[in-house]
């Protein structure tokens, strides 16, 4: 076995390691080691991605309005997805001979920029034009990167909901608004890591609760306020007191309880029935190293982000669904293996370089295939001629690589280069988590787009609207209402929203005040209660009898007595957080 290797990332300068079960899956997969860091990598896969920034242009094959996520300055050719999916073209027209006389990427760029894209990625849904990333949903709006999820609103990455809006990573829920990671809840709303909870407001570290009300690191209790528990009597008439159907009542309840929450332990991570993992968000999966947003089946993997059912896989955002032996990869799987630095390529095998490939394998450099085989930059060959130039073009690519504007070096094995990508950094998902300024951006050689100016006027002021819900009528429907964030650039700000009629009659019934803010605007917030896709090696901050910064005293006599904790691990918590972070051995004397 190879031993570990410290590399200098070419994007950043920063060292990085690379350790030997890593070497064993390059081996397996037959790429060189990277020379980006694996946060350089994330960014640069993100780059690829634009989830939430949608646009109004023309079909350039029927001419008919279509939303799509290609910005109209976009220099790429975009087709309504009926007419994508349909036989009135064929990708492999625009295929061309693979010319060994100019870099591979140079040659992919010129077939991005004249093959037909679809002009969102989605797929098998219902009734659903206003959303991206999604597969098998029904009947939802301004719903990302979700899967199977009917009349869901304003979502993101949820799977298996019904009748939920505003949810961030969630699972089989239903009847619920406003959670983040959470799953199997049923209305339950404004909750943070919640768990299998009914009928609860403001849960946060919580598990199988019942009709209560602002409680934290609970677990198997009904009719709490604050964590303390009441009669069923007794807690109807102080639920009273709790009118979330009032905006300031909501607000000034929200704000109180995020500061009375920093005064309790904090898990270091959220990892449910998995073993041997490091990350954050992981549920039933086992030998995953520095891996986000897992939510089932993942083994022997790393740097993976929103993906399940998954193994052997390494740098994918937004993958899995039965998968294996897939690197550098964003919306890639179902049903799928070793497909290498592809993008929104599904049930595929034995592909490289491809975006928007279905049902095809044997690809490279390819776009917009379906159901094809043994094709190099979109042209057709026999199986023994492809085999024979596979081999040429890699090691092409090795001598003759491209170098982008900013001087990086890109041989076989790189991911595609952030300038090749058709979106602008402010409109993908890099924004959302390396959130910068459009000076920043333009400063790190990156392209700053300005959306297309929206041709609506708001209606009605945000400081206009009534304060409680029971005092909303149908009006508001047909209201155009300000948001106060005006724009934003790093919200994304629309700058103005409206009111749907599922969801006024969603919040009228929960009783649950009308948003002030724009879906965007929303995002952002549910965002910064997240933790960052990093990792910081940290110690328990248990001290013995009390939390080392004094703030919390331990309810009963832990494991190591009155010396501070020993234990060590990795935490997605950053050293200068204000959380108190406990090992999951002293936590769970605290909470269980």
């Not at 980006?36 to 242009?57: G, I, Q, T």
């Not at 990455?157 to 961030?168: E, F, H, N």
């Not at 599904?346 to 295939?369: A, D, P, R, V, W």
Request: charged share 25%.
């Amino acid at each position: 076995m190879k031993n570990s290797e410290i590399k200098n990332c070419q994007n950043c300068k920063k060292d990085f390691t690379v350790e030997p079960e890593d070497f064993n899956f390059y081996e397996k997969i037959k790429v060189p080691p990277p020379t980006f860091c694996p946060e350089c990598r994330l960014v640069r896969r993100m780059l690829w991605r634009n989830e939430r920034s949608l646009f109004k242009r023309s079909c350039a094959k029927t001419s008919k309005q279509i939303i799509t996520m290609f910005h109209p300055d976009a220099k790429v050719v975009v087709y309504d997805h009926d007419t994508w999916w349909s036989d009135q073209w064929e990708p492999t027209d625009y295929g061309k001979d693979y010319d060994f006389s100019k870099p591979f990427f140079e040659q992919f760029k010129e077939l991005l920029y004249r093959t037909s894209l679809a002009n969102l990625g989605n797929s098998n849904n219902v009734g659903s034009p206003y959303g991206n990333h999604n597969a098998d949903c029904k009947y939802c709006y301004l719903l990302y990167a979700s899967f199977n999820v009917e009349r869901t609103h304003y979502s993101y990455g949820a799977v298996r909901l019904k009748d939920c809006m505003d949810m961030y990573v969630c699972l089989h829920s239903e009847l619920c608004y406003n959670d983040i990671v959470s799953t199997d809840l049923y209305k339950t709303h404004f909750s943070y890591d919640a768990d299998e909870s009914v009928n609860c407001f403001f849960l946060k570290y919580s598990k199988n609760m019942q009709d209560s009300i602002g409680c934290i690191n609970l677990r198997n209790k009904s009719h709490c306020i604050l964590n303390v528990e009441y009669s069923k009597e007794e807690y109807e008439k102080r639920k009273k007191e709790f009118d979330f159907g009032s905006y300031k009542v909501l607000f000034e309840f929200e704000n109180s309880f995020n500061r009375l929450v920093l005064n309790v332990p904090y898990r270091y991570a959220h990892i449910m029935k998995s073993k041997d993992v490091t990350g954050d968000n992981i549920i039933n999966s086992k030998n995953v190293k520095n891996c986000f947003d897992i939510y089932q089946n993942v083994e022997d993997s790393k740097y993976l982000i929103h993906c399940l059912d998954a193994k052997d896989c390494y740098d994918l955002y937004g993958g899995g669904a039965v998968a294996s032996l897939m690197y550098e990869g964003v919306d890639i799987g179902k049903e799928s293996s070793k497909q290498l630095f592809s993008i929104l390529t599904h049930t595929c095998f034995q592909t490289y370089y491809t975006y928007m490939c279905y049902n095809s394998k044997n690809l490279f450099g390819c776009i917009g295939l379906r159901g094809k085989q043994y094709c190099i930059l979109n042209k057709q060959y026999s199986k023994e001629k492809y085999f024979e130039l596979l081999p040429k073009i890699i090691e092409h690519m090795n001598t003759m690589p491209y170098k982008d504007k900013k001087g990086l070096i890109y041989k076989y094995g790189e991911f595609f280069p952030s300038e090749l990508s058709p979106f602008a950094y402010n409109e993908t998902i890099a924004q959302e988590y390396f959130t910068k300024t459009k000076e920043e951006i333009v400063k790190d050689g990156y392209t700053y787009r300005t959306s297309p100016a929206k041709d609506y006027q708001a209606t009605i002021l945000n400081k206009d609207l009534p304060d409680h819900i029971k005092d909303v009528s149908d009006s508001i429907l047909k209201e155009v209402i300000a948001c106060p964030n005006d724009g934003k650039e790093l919200t994304q700000c629309t700058k103005a929203y409206r009111i749907i009629k599922s969801e006024l009659e969603f919040l009228k019934n929960n009783n649950i005040a009308l948003p002030r803010y724009c879906p965007n605007c929303r995002h952002y917030k549910r965002l910064k209660q997240r933790n960052p896709f990093k990792l910081w090696q940290a110690k328990c901050q248990c001290a013995g009898a009390n939390s080392q910064n004094k703030k919390y005293k331990n309810t009963i006599k832990h494991t190591h007595g009155t010396k501070p904790c020993p234990n060590e691990f990795e935490t997605s918590y950053a050293p200068d957080r204000p959380e108190i972070i406990y090992c999951e051995k002293c936590y769970q004397q605290e909470v269980y």
